[in-house]
């Protein structure tokens, strides 16, 4: 029996076919083209948004000038200015002084503290009230009728005159620091107007 071999026909000549190979043109350089290709398309694109943000930063840094000058100028204006008033001072008697700028300063390093002086007069308002208690309390003493047999009698008497005494002398002793301090005062508002009358204008 003799054997057929069967062969399959497979078409190799492809591979012996060298087809050419597609390579894109090149293309031209932009200084012949006439018309606008995507390539140009992008690059006006990016000058347009470059010309935007250089004209967008003109406008912040003016309009941030502006308007910082505007509230530099609306804060300065908020501020303390000094008058031309600002140099007057009001004598103790209630004369007002115009004051040269080193006179001023000297005269309210002399000027009288306000507060002492209101203290002052608290304090003496209630040394007057407490002065007249004890007057009362003199008067009332030297009225009361003591019977020298009772004993109860005659220590309570000498329990209050002993009280009287005491509290006459702490009357006494506050009356007496009151007084310097307020002569104290008193000078320095004397000392005060004094200058007041020798280094400024009388207004």
Known sequence: MKDQKEHINIDLEFL???EPVRVAPKPESNAGQTSSTPKASSTNT????????IIGGIVLFFG???????DSSSTSGSTYTPTSDSN?????????FRCSDSNYDRAMALKP???????LATESD???????????????LDSTYVDENDQYEVDN???RVDSYNSERQRLMNAANSWDQRSKAFDASIDTYNNFLDANCTPQ
Do not use: H, V
Not at 46 to 53: A, D
């Open 46 to 53: 990016k000058y347009n948004w470059k010309n935007i943000l």
């Open 113 to 119: 503290s306000t507060s002492l002086g209101a203290q």
């Open 157 to 159: 008497y000498n329990y």
């Open 126 to 140: 209630t040394l007057n009230r407490q002065i007249a208690a004890n007057k009362a309390e003199k008067t009332d």
């Open 16 to 18: 012996d076919k060298k």
């Open 88 to 96: 007057n001072l009001l004598s103790d008697g209630g004369q007002t």
């Open 64 to 70: 941030w000038a502006i308007f910082s000058g505007s």
